[in-house]
């Protein structure tokens, strides 16, 4: 898998897998699609707090420590501030 360079020290898979909808899938499907991922040499994964409602982060996080993923194996990007219609990026929000 060809990689990219992230933030100028992070190396990742140059193809990021989108979680956007997650939410949907059950705790094992996750797992089974987080470890093709990485068998297949994808190890960027794209997240944003809207996506499912917050849910998508939530599950992937169930998925990764009930496989007992190497956190240390997965580099997850994350957005936040994305509202329905608008930006929230208040402090508020954000924590």
């Known amino acids: 898998m060809k990689t990219v360079k992230v933030g100028g020290k992070l190396k990742?898979?140059?193809i990021v897998l989108g979680c956007m909808?997650?939410?949907d899938m059950t705790v094992t499907d996750v797992q089974?699609?987080?470890q093709?991922?990485?068998d297949g040499g994808i190890d960027f994964f794209d997240h944003?707090?809207?996506y499912g409602g917050g849910d998508s982060e939530r599950?992937?996080?169930?998925?990764v420590r009930e496989a007992k993923i190497p956190r240390d194996k997965l580099l997850v990007q994350t957005?936040?501030?994305i509202r329905n219609d608008f930006f929230d990026f208040s402090k508020e929000h954000i924590i």
Request: charged share 20%.
């Open 32 to 34: 089974k699609l987080i």
């Open 48 to 50: 944003a707090d809207i």
């Open 12 to 14: 990742a898979s140059a």
């Open 21 to 23: 909808r997650i939410s």
């Open 59 to 63: 599950l992937f996080a169930r998925a």
């Open 36 to 38: 093709t991922a990485l």
């Open 79 to 81: 957005k936040c501030g």
